[in-house]
Structures are given as C-alpha cells and as structure tokens.
C-alpha cells in the first residue's frame, strides 16, 4: 500500500518535534484511504504530557477523550482517523515500541509513524532525522484443538501473547 504524506504537515511535525527535544512529541494523523493508497492530508496536535527519566526511554501519554474529540472534528471535515506520529528523541533506530504497536492497535490505528533522531552533542545540531510508518502488528494467538494447532501439551487454553492496556489514558 502507498502511503502519501502533505509535505506541510510533515514539516510541521519535524520542527516541532525537533523542538521539544530531548521529550517525546506526539501528533494525530487525519486523512484518507482507498484500496492502494493511505493519503495523510493533516496532523492534529494531541494535549499530552511526556517522560522522560533514568527508568523510562520516555513516553508520550494522552486522554482517550481528546482523541475521540479529534476523531469526531476529523469526520466533520470529511477526514478519517488513521493513527499517530511521535517522536522517538535520542535514538538513530526508529524501530517501534512493544507499548507504541499495543497503542495502536487498542486505538484502531490503520499506520502510525515514528521519527527518531539524535542531537550531536558538539554541534548541537539535530542528525540522523528519519520517519518511518508502520501497520500494526496484531498479535498472535497460540490455540489447542483448531488449525492452528500448538506442538505445546502443556496449553490447556488460548494465550494471547501481547497484553493490553486498562483505564482512560495512553501510553507510548
């Protein structure tokens, strides 16, 4: 599937990503989808706050109310929900979180991108500025007594390999 980006859009998000280093920044992309191409024509800033600790990588975390509020003006304006954008600060490899894939699949997301970056310490400059998309990746389903059936006698049950996240908020 090809994936069209609004050059605007993109900028905006890179500036302002850039910006808010060496914190996570996240955004909401808006847009359309036919049988071969995902079109993202706009990205909605989020209210979220972002982490950043010893402990943690960081993290980017919002209320669910605010992305249905994004979700229902998106519709208004004849725009489909298509997932997120975020940033992953300090890091050259743009390779998705465990957390960033249950996200977006708890969240319906049909792509979601990341752009990572690191800032050269001498120079202060921002390198290795890269964004890549993503489908989510759904998990997999380990099942006794169907065709898919496991080698595993010690699986009495299904087991669903990847966990889910409770409450009103989200974490990336």
Not at 5 to 10: E, M, P, T
Not at 26 to 43: M, Y
Not at 87 to 102: K, V, W
Not at 112 to 137: A, W
């Amino acid at each position: 599937m090809e994936i069209k980006v609004s050059r605007r859009s993109l900028d905006r998000f890179r500036r302002t990503a850039r910006k808010r280093y060496p914190i996570e920044y996240l955004e909401i992309l808006l847009g359309h989808v036919t049988d071969q191409t995902i079109e993202i024509v706009k990205s909605a800033p989020i209210p979220h706050t972002s982490t950043l600790t010893s402990e943690d990588m960081g993290g980017c975390e919002y209320e669910v109310k605010d992305l249905e509020i994004i979700k229902l003006k998106a519709q208004s304006e004849g725009l489909e929900y298509l997932g997120s954008v975020h940033s992953h600060c300090g890091y050259s490899i743009n390779n998705p979180s465990e957390s960033d894939n249950e996200d977006a699949i708890d969240t319906g997301e049909k792509i979601f991108g990341i752009y990572s970056f690191v800032k050269n310490q001498k120079s202060g400059r921002i390198e290795n500025g890269r964004l890549c998309f993503y489908e989510p990746q759904r998990p997999i389903v380990l099942t006794n007594g169907s065709s898919h059936e496991t080698k595993d006698p010690n699986l009495d049950k299904s087991v669903a390999v990847g966990v889910g996240r409770k409450g009103n908020s989200r974490k990336r």
